[in-house]
C-alpha cells in the first residue's frame, strides 16, 4: 500500500462515524440506505444492455472500496454471493453492522485495491462507487478488477465528476485546473490527523484507462446530485449550479 493509501486509510478510521452518521441522517424509514448499482433505478441501469436485473441473482459479485457496505449489502439483496473489500478496519465494522442490520448474506474483507487478495476469474460482477479518485495507482487497481473479473464479467465504476470538483457551485466558477490530475488534499475536519488525497483525473484519463485494463466500455453516464435529480429547480435551497453541473460519472465495461 502505498503512502497516499496509508493516510488515506487512517483518515478513514477516524471519519468513518462521522461519515456514516450523516449518510444515514436521511433514512426515513427504519433501514439505512443500501443501494446497489444493478437496481434497476441505479443511475445508467436502465440505459445499458448488459444486464437484466434478474442476472445479479446467483451471481459472484465484488464491492471494491466498499466503504460502510452499502452497495455489498444492497447487492446481496438482489440475490448476488456478495463480497466487499476496503482498506479501513473502521468503515469494515460498519459494514458489517449494515450486513447484520439487514440480516444480509454478505462477506467483507480488508484490502487494497491495487492488491486484491482473490483469485483470478473469481467473480461475475464488481463495482466501485466514490473510490477510485482516491488511487494514485489507477492503472494498477484496474488492472486487478479485470483480473478477478471472469470474461465477460461486468464492472461498474463510479467516481466524482471532475468537472464538478473543480467547480464552486456558489460563484459558478471553476476553481481549479480541470485538466489536473492530481493529487489534491482535501481537509475534512481539523480535528483529524490526515487529509484526503484524491486524484481529479479527466475522464478521457479514466476511459483510457479501463480500455488500456482490458476493458470494453459500453455505456458512460453522467448523472446529477440526487437531491437535484429528484426534485424540480425550485423544491429545494440549492445552488443554481449544481442544477448545470453533473455530480458524478459511472463508466459500465465488460472485462
Request: with cysteine.
Amino acid at each position: 500500500m502505498d503512502d497516499h493509501a496509508q493516510s488515506n486509510r487512517r483518515l478513514w478510521n477516524e471519519w468513518s462515524d462521522a461519515f456514516q452518521a450523516a449518510w444515514n441522517a436521511d433514512t426515513d424509514d427504519d433501514l439505512p440506505p443500501a443501494p446497489s448499482p444493478f437496481d434497476a433505478d441505479a443511475p445508467g441501469f436502465a440505459e445499458q444492455s448488459l444486464l437484466d436485473a434478474s442476472d445479479v441473482e446467483g451471481a459472484d459479485y465484488v464491492e471494491l472500496g466498499c466503504g460502510g457496505g452499502q452497495g455489498t449489502v444492497g447487492t446481496a439483496e438482489l440475490g448476488a454471493d456478495a463480497v466487499g473489500l476496503d482498506f479501513s478496519e473502521e468503515q469494515l465494522a460498519h459494514a458489517r453492522r449494515l450486513r447484520d442490520f439487514y440480516g444480509a448474506d454478505a462477506r467483507f474483507a480488508q484490502g487494497d485495491v491495487t492488491s486484491l487478495p482473490f483469485p483470478d476469474d473469481r467473480f461475475d460482477l464488481a463495482s466501485s462507487e466514490a473510490a477510485f479518485q482516491m488511487v494514485a495507482d489507477l492503472d494498477r487497481a484496474l488492472a486487478e478488477a479485470h483480473r478477478v473479473l471472469r470474461p465477460g464479467g461486468v464492472f461498474v465504476l463510479s467516481v466524482p465528476h471532475p468537472l464538478y470538483e473543480a467547480f464552486d457551485a456558489e460563484t459558478s466558477e471553476l476553481t481549479r485546473d480541470y485538466l489536473d490530475p492530481g493529487p489534491r488534499d482535501i481537509t475534512i475536519s481539523e480535528e483529524y490527523g490526515e487529509t484526503l488525497t484524491v486524484f481529479d483525473r479527466p475522464i478521457d484519463a479514466r476511459y483510457n484507462a479501463l480500455a488500456e485494463a482490458g476493458f470494453d466500455v459500453h455505456r458512460l453516464v453522467e448523472h446529477q446530485h440526487p437531491h437535484v435529480a429528484e426534485n424540480d429547480p425550485g423544491a429545494r435551497d440549492l445552488p443554481d449550479a449544481l442544477w448545470k453541473v453533473p455530480r458524478s460519472v459511472r463508466f459500465w465495461a465488460v472485462a
